[in-house]
């Protein structure tokens, strides 16, 4: 079983910076795909950031971002340490949240699940609190 665990979360004003770590152990199935959504009270899950380990995504690239945070956060990987990363930055209300972090092996047909819903993503860890305050 695939275990994963974030940590990062925490309270911070309008403008700041965080960054959010997720590692993960893989102990059964390839998850060279992984994902940050996050989900605001009474509102879906969002996929906020979408990176592939080994560099066959897809069509889509290495990477992918919902527009909202395009320019403002940034997924990374450290192969190594099997931690996947989030830099968040110019952080405004809107961001708040809790952040998942997910792991899915890629698709032969179209590598990772990218804007495919939360759905298409075979593990999760339980998630930390981001707060953007005024």
């Known amino acids: 079983q695939v275990l994963l665990e974030e940590s990062g979360g925490d309270s911070v004003q309008a403008g700041g910076s965080l960054r959010l770590s997720c590692v993960a152990s893989?102990?059964?199935?390839?998850?060279?795909?992984m994902a940050w959504f996050r989900q605001a009270p009474g509102k879906e899950r969002e996929e906020i950031a979408v990176?592939?380990?080994?560099?066959?995504?897809?069509?889509?690239?290495?990477?992918t971002y919902a527009e909202s945070v395009k320019g403002r956060f940034t997924i990374s990987k450290d192969a190594a340490k099997n931690t996947l990363y989030l830099q968040m930055n110019s952080l405004k209300t809107a961001d708040s949240g809790t952040y998942y972090c997910?792991?899915?092996?890629?698709?032969?047909?179209?590598?990772?699940?990218?804007?495919?819903?939360?759905?298409?993503?075979?593990?999760w860890g339980k998630g930390t609190l981001v707060t953007i305050s005024s």
């Open positions: 893989r102990s059964t199935y390839s998850t060279n795909c």
């Open positions: 990176i592939d380990l080994d560099g066959s995504f897809g069509p889509y690239g290495r990477t």
């Open positions: 997910a792991a899915s092996a890629p698709r032969e047909e179209y590598g990772c699940p990218a804007y495919l819903g939360e759905n298409a993503w075979e593990y």
